[in-house]
């Protein structure tokens, strides 16, 4: 096992030195504006930006961001960030000055950034299973190991890896495809009656469950089987079921519809399978805060820290989103500098929202100036 683990960092590690190699190459190899390389940020690339490049920003509902920013600051990721800020915000009379007089914006430099959005999304259950509810909703299961890769090397940060034991041997998990057809060494929090809609809340990562006792429980992300998320999106345009114009969860949902046969056929190509545990409040994020409205969003946190204050400027055909937001979760989708997945609520037309969002993005992420800084 410890072989095993040895390889697995070495090639992790290996990987991560190739791409920052390229990475740097790629943006301060050419003949661009220089950019800013923080060594808390190692993978990302920052240009700073003056608060005038901020659409929106001086007409920005500062007693919402105010509140924002001092839940967020009740996260210990966020109080390392912060530090004394955190405190100092809590005497704030205007928090725009504030976020002028502390911070400085910095846009983060991506090639194809994207913002989506996910939401709470509400299924139908029941505790005992029956010939209507009979798809499980898992707890993590028993026999599902996990290691903290940078428990044993440094370098590999928040990598984990997940599998089972065979034997002495550490092998990868049951993928989706094979857990359907065995039990699962796990208790079920209660059982669905859609096999589509618990998948969809696995993509979404948390959501409630109104049981047929009328009674409504709360559910969010526990663990992963460890293997690598794949869009069925992406699928079913690769297999021209769906045009890559008209992809979204409406569409999907509607495409399943009329193809009950092939259900499984398309799910079992996303081989990650999500477990979840049953929580006490609404949707709450890798933080452990719950998430707000419009205000929380999930990040790849190997390139923008949880916890940290970020601006965002996005356009639809619909909606605008140009609004101060924090890093508040993660998700198995969201991968790289570039992307960015705003929680939109509870309810129908938060997934309309959700399940349609896929705008080009501009973000920025607030950094603490330096004490010099703040006293000129």
Not at 98 to 112: C, G, V
Not at 226 to 241: D, T
Not at 243 to 271: A, C, G, K, M, T
């Amino acid at each position: 096992m410890n072989n095993f683990l040895f390889c697995i960092g070495i090639i992790l590690f290996m990987k991560e030195i190739v791409y920052i190699f390229l990475t740097l190459f790629v943006f301060l190899g050419c003949s661009r504006e220089p950019k800013v390389l923080f060594n808390e940020l190692p993978q990302t690339h920052l240009t700073r930006s003056e608060y005038s490049e901020l659409p929106n920003f001086e007409d920005e509902n500062y007693e919402e961001v105010f509140n924002s920013f001092l839940n967020n600051c009740k996260s210990v990721k966020t109080q390392k960030i912060y530090q004394t800020l955190c405190l100092e915000a809590r005497d704030a009379k205007n928090m725009k000055e504030f976020t002028r007089k502390n911070f400085i914006p910095y846009e983060i430099d991506s090639r194809d950034p994207l913002l989506t959005g996910y939401y709470e999304p509400e299924l139908h259950g029941s505790f005992s299973k029956s010939s209507r509810y009979k798809y499980p909703i898992y707890n993590t299961p028993k026999d599902l190991v996990t290691v903290s890769l940078g428990a044993l090397y440094s370098e590999l940060g928040d990598y984990r890896l997940r599998g089972r034991l065979e034997g002495n041997k550490l092998v990868p998990y049951y993928s989706r495809l094979e857990l359907s057809g065995q039990s699962v060494d796990a208790e079920a929090i209660c059982y669905c009656d859609s096999k589509i809609d618990l998948f969809f809340l696995e993509v979404q990562g948390s959501g409630r469950v109104k049981m047929d006792n009328n009674e409504t429980i709360f559910i969010g992300y526990d663990n992963q089987n460890g293997h690598p998320y794949k869009s069925i999106g992406k699928r079913l345009v690769q297999l021209e079921e769906i045009s890559q114009e008209d992809i979204s969860l409406q569409s999907l949902r509607e495409w399943f519809r009329f193809n009950p046969d092939r259900v499984d056929e398309v799910l079992n190509h996303n081989s990650s399978v999500v477990f979840f545990k049953r929580r006490e409040r609404a949707a709450s994020g890798s933080l452990g805060l719950e998430l707000t409205p419009l205000r929380s969003v999930a990040v790849d946190p190997r390139y923008v820290p949880l916890g940290s204050m970020l601006y965002l400027s996005a356009e639809t055909n619909k909606v605008d989103f140009k609004r101060v937001v924090f890093a508040q979760d993660t998700g198995g989708a969201i991968k790289g500098s570039e992307r960015a997945d705003m929680f939109l609520g509870f309810g129908d037309e938060a997934g309309e929202i959700a399940g349609e969002l896929k705008a080009p993005l501009k973000l920025w992420i607030f950094m603490p100036k330096s004490m010099k800084e703040r006293e000129n």
